[in-house]
């Protein structure tokens, strides 16, 4: 029974169905955001079917989650079975059999064969020659010759087999012990990872202490931002620097099993020296407020109060220093940097000091990842591999004639050109 359930599970059929069911449901989950909160799914799957809101069926089936569910986890040990099976039942018994050299016996072998001529007469040196030119083993028997070559493009489907189980195991190690984090730090600040989006049953979240040293942004010419930067700092448990990298989209800090990307970034405050000719100077720290969700043309708003009770608010565009400035009713007065001096009234003035500035850092740890990446580096051997032409010549000697033949799986136009130099062999 044992043995006739891994027959089945080696089906070809069998295998390609669950590819294509594997295929449909990433489709599916490329389509529907992976790993939001409920309440996003909640906003924008709140249509129903039967009465029944999309967002419940999503999160019932765990279509908010799809590569992290146990019914997809399980169609990969599936697939792996299947192509498991099929390796040891079907392909390795097929190039143990290629490995065999059998000869011909009979003229009517011969006839099956694409490739094939007769003569009267062989010059055996000739013949030799040109097979061990072309890098051809060949084997004697009495009257039968059998020469091969390219024996490696038998294992081929075997490698591709065993990079598609490695691509396989890789993921799922990656969704059983992997995990997300997104943290937002102001600039300076130590942090840990703590806010965790995504993680599997059997992660291990890291202890590791790292340090935001700077951030800054690079804008082009129309006032888009171009590119944004974090300098980072990996801490042992002393404090000590034991690391440091200047991140940035599509730059990411690689460390053990872990990868921080540059993913965001925002405000958090503002600093202002506050000079009182009735008080002492004193500093604030103001805290701002999104204004917008554009992501490359953020504002952050805040106000300054005086003494009167009034309120002068603050538009920021950017982290570039420039401030606009505007009274209660929101008419524009001016355009303020940051460490310039600005009256409100005769009392009292303000000194935009600094931004808070904050960076967004993606925090990824994937332990499967390395093997995923084997996979796809024998899944590529095995396709160059697979290119290479496997070719074999029979030729049978009988009391009267002399009888050749020979096939290839690729590369029939070559295979030709080399049948036809054998052919030289012979006075037909």
């Known amino acids: 029974m044992v ?6 599970l080696a089906n070809l059929r069998l295998a390609i169905v669950i590819l294509l069911l594997i295929a449909l449901l990433s489709s599916i989950g490329s389509i529907i955001e992976q790993g939001k909160e ?3 799914y909640e906003n924008n799957y709140s249509k129903t079917i039967f009465s029944i809101p999309w967002w419940k069926i999503f999160l019932f089936f765990g279509f908010n989650n799809i590569y992290g569910t146990w019914w997809f986890l399980f169609l990969l040990f599936i697939l792996g079975l299947s192509l498991t099976c099929c390796t040891f039942l079907q392909q390795l018994p097929i190039l143990k059999f290629s490995r065999r050299y059998y000869f011909y016996k009979k003229s009517t072998q011969f006839s099956k064969l694409k490739f094939k001529t007769q003569g009267l007469k062989l010059f055996e040196g000739h013949i030799g020659h040109t097979l061990i030119s072309k890098q051809y083993s060949f084997f004697r028997q009495y009257n039968s010759l059998y020469a091969y070559k390219g024996l490696i493009s038998r294992i081929g489907p075997i490698i591709v087999h065993f990079s598609i189980i490695l691509i396989l195991l890789g993921s799922t190690i990656g969704s059983l012990k992997g995990f997300n984090s997104q943290e937002i730090i102001p600039k300076t600040e130590v ?10 049953i059997f992660s291990s979240i890291s202890q590791k202490t790292f340090r935001i040293n700077d951030f800054w942004s690079v804008y082009n010419d129309t006032g888009f931002i171009k590119q944004f930067y974090s300098d980072i700092s990996v801490l042992d448990g002393r404090g000590n620097e034991i690391k440091r990298k200047t991140i940035s989209v599509n730059n990411p800090l690689l460390i053990k099993n872990l990868t921080l990307y540059q993913t965001d970034w925002g405000m958090l405050g503002i600093r202002v020296d506050v000079n009182n000719k009735n008080v002492k100077k004193y500093t ?9 969700e554009d992501s490359n043309r953020k504002i952050w708003v805040t106000w300054l109060p005086t003494i009167k009770k009034e309120k002068f608010f603050v538009s920021i565009r950017d982290n570039r ?11 524009f007065l001016r355009n303020v940097n940051l460490g310039e001096k600005i009256f409100t009234n005769t009392l009292i003035s303000f000194n935009f000091i600094d931004f808070i500035s904050s960076t967004g850092i993606q925090i990824k740890s994937d332990p499967g990842i390395k093997i995923i990446y084997f996979g796809f580096f024998i899944l590529i ?11 074999e010549f029979w030729l049978l000697h009988s009391s009267r004639i002399i009888f050749l033949g020979g096939q290839a799986n690729r590369a029939k136009i070559k295979f030709n050109i080399e049948f036809l130099k054998l052919k030289q062999s012979f006075y037909i």
């Open 38 to 40: 409920i309440s996003f």
């Open 191 to 200: 942090f840990h990872v703590q806010n965790t989006t995504k993680n599997g």
């Open 381 to 391: 051997v095995s396709s160059l591999v697979s290119y290479i032409s496997f070719s």
């Open 3 to 8: 043995k006739s359930l891994l027959k089945n």
């Open 321 to 331: 220093g420039q401030i606009n400035l505007y009274d209660k009713n929101g008419k």
């Open 284 to 292: 604030l720290q103001l805290p701002i407020a999104k204004a917008n």
